[in-house]
């Protein structure tokens, strides 16, 4: 019998435990009249590059400030509606897991038909797509909502096809974006493909976020192009889980995407309650 796949991380993957104050936390926030963020109405941006409109909604935490790290998550309103994660985020800021950002939900689909989703021309690798978030959608946002302009304050999250979008990022986009989230990348021929391009490149300063369902779900070509990226000595959080290709594998992990690259700062405890001592002469 070969011998089961062993998970290898550069980050550590502390154990899932029920946790029933975020649980309680989560309810409050579900059954609540108003949420604690607020999350836009879909505002519609021109491409040039593209030659279409497109649109995407915005959410701002509770107390926003201007500075903030931002999250860019395609497919957004799927994000929004079966990850139901404007909820979750609310849930990660209020219970301190995370520090508070700005999340931009970029919508795939035609802002005047949205029974046409473009995510298939505009996610592998495009080029156009890619010079729209620099040229349009990056400044815009930076404009509108004041956001930290560092690299490191910026993360870039898909689900599967998505996935592959956020790898493509990451090269092609690597001075906007140090954070590539990735779930269940699909398929075997787009991670064969990515798998040469990272190949042959030398080491960016990225670091990742990976994960891949073991039921129908390119665990095989998944794993490989985990392998790939740790032996070019990236920084990648790799978790598996048992579903398939769909949001019982995705939604679940949502925490620990937004967690392994927002986490809020613990405090140091040896500084807790201690005042700085006098200078002495």
């Known amino acids: 019998m070969p011998p089961l796949y062993q998970m290898r991380t550069t980050v550590p993957v502390v154990p899932v ?3 029933w104050r975020g649980f309680c936390a989560a309810l409050l926030l579900f059954c609540g009249s108003t949420a604690a963020g607020q999350l836009s109405e879909p505002q519609r941006i021109h491409s040039p590059e593209l030659g279409y409109d497109l649109q995407y909604r915005v959410y701002q935490p509770e107390g926003f400030a201007p500075g903030l790290p931002t999250l860019y998550v395609t497919d957004g309103e799927a994000y929004l509606q079966s990850g139901q994660m404007a909820a979750l985020l609310d849930n990660e800021i209020a219970t301190g897991h995370i ?12 802002p005047d038909n949205l029974k046409e989703n473009r995510r298939h021309k505009q996610f592998m690798c495009n080029q156009q797509y890619a010079a729209f978030y620099r040229q349009q959608l990056l400044p815009k946002i930076g404009s509108d909502y004041q ?13 599967s096809f998505g996935a592959i979008n956020s790898a493509c990022f990451g090269l092609l986009l690597e001075p906007q974006f140090a954070g590539i989230a990735m779930q269940s990348p699909g398929n075997s021929q787009h991670l064969q493909l ?10 960016l300063a990225l670091r990742f976020f990976l994960s ?3 039921k129908n779900d ?44 927002f986490a ?16 002495r002469s």
């Open 212 to 214: 891949m369902g073991t």
């Open 17 to 19: 435990k029920f946790n």
């Open 194 to 203: 990515l798998s040469k391009m990272y190949g042959k490149t030398e080491p």
């Open 147 to 159: 956001v930290s302009a560092d690299r490191q304050h910026r993360v870039i999250l898909g689900f």
């Open 264 to 279: 809020r700062p613990k405090a140091d405890p040896d500084s807790v309650g201690q005042e700085k001592s006098p200078a």
């Open 99 to 110: 520090e508070p950002l700005l999340v931009v939900f970029v919508d795939s689909r035609n």
């Open 218 to 261: 390119n665990i095989s070509a998944g794993r490989k192009f985990h392998r790939l990226l740790e032996q070019k000595g990236y920084p990648v959080l790799y978790q598996e889980v048992a579903f398939g290709h769909d949001w019982r594998n995705w939604k679940p992990l949502l925490p620990a995407v937004l967690r392994h690259f």
